[in-house]
């Protein structure tokens, strides 16, 4: 797996042992309160068998490879009119409970398939000139005419989770707040596909579902203001991944485990202290 993987795993791992056995302080966190939150992450995938089918052609690629797409540190990272381009995260939360939290989430990460590897085939192709492509039961897919898959409009993972928060430190300007939790949802992709030189399929569509593990620490200032640092880990399984531009039936199917480590800031409503 990659590094972005381990160290969520790991971001988990010492999150939850944090959290156990230690003197409590007192909370931050209120019922009925808000918080609204907007972040980048970069993400990692592990290896994913993706099925192909429709007119003319059935068949599997085995242990595909995909990395995610960092847009370049510039102005699309603070300009609102170009937030959308690079790989962001956007929550909404709201405490049931003194100390849970309902958060929507939207999770707009990117995957794009390496064109420089060569992958198991298994299946058939009735067109010779793609099926050429095919050599002692592999593909090199270098060549782009052959393939390109991308979900890079993106990657979107639309979720609602549930998280437990607990107050690590508890001073005058600033509190500490750890968080763990899971979440489900859908996937809402805008996939880059062009097949065997069809024109690109690039359009919006609910292709699946996902869900997740994640924890975070949030750095509180003056009761509102927040820096958070998250880690998630989970699984998505796409089952209707458009790969035509038109309504043709043709589709791609894939299931993969996902990591993404996010930074970015926020905002919380009403918040107190509990003062006693």
Avoid: C
């Amino acid at each position: 797996m990659k590094k972005v993987i381990i160290l969520s795993v790991l971001f988990l791992g010492f999150s939850f042992a944090f959290g156990q056995d230690h003197p409590k302080p007192e909370p931050l966190s209120k019922k009925g309160q808000m918080f609204v939150f907007f972040g980048w992450n970069r993400g990692a995938f592990s290896k994913s068998d993706i099925h192909f089918k429709g007119n003319g052609y059935d068949f599997q690629l085995d242990n595909v490879v995909a990395h995610d797409r960092p847009t370049p540190f510039g102005i699309v990272y603070f300009d609102p009119a170009w937030f959308t381009v690079a790989q962001y995260d956007v929550r909404i939360g709201y405490f049931l409970k003194d100390d849970l939290a309902l958060v929507l989430g939207i999770d707009h990460m990117k995957y794009v398939m390496d064109q420089n590897q060569s992958v198991n085939f298994s299946g058939n192709i009735s067109d010779p000139k793609y099926a050429a492509y095919v050599e002692n039961g592999q593909v090199n897919l270098a060549d782009e005419n052959f393939l390109t898959f991308e979900h890079t409009d993106g990657l979107n993972y639309e979720n609602l989770g549930l998280e437990k928060y607990k107050n690590l430190i508890n001073k005058d300007k600033i509190d500490l707040i750890w968080s763990y939790g899971a979440g489900i949802g859908v996937m809402f992709p805008k996939s880059n596909v062009k097949l065997f030189g069809n024109e690109r399929s690039d359009r919006f569509h609910v292709a699946g579902i996902g869900t997740d593990v994640r924890t975070s620490l949030n750095l509180v200032f003056w009761n509102h203001w927040m820096a958070r640092l998250e880690a998630k880990a989970g699984y998505i399984n796409m089952w209707d991944i458009k790969t035509t531009l038109n309504n043709k039936p043709d589709k791609a199917s894939q299931d993969f485990v996902f990591g993404q480590v996010l930074l970015g800031v926020g905002y919380t409503f009403n918040t107190r202290k509990n003062n006693k």
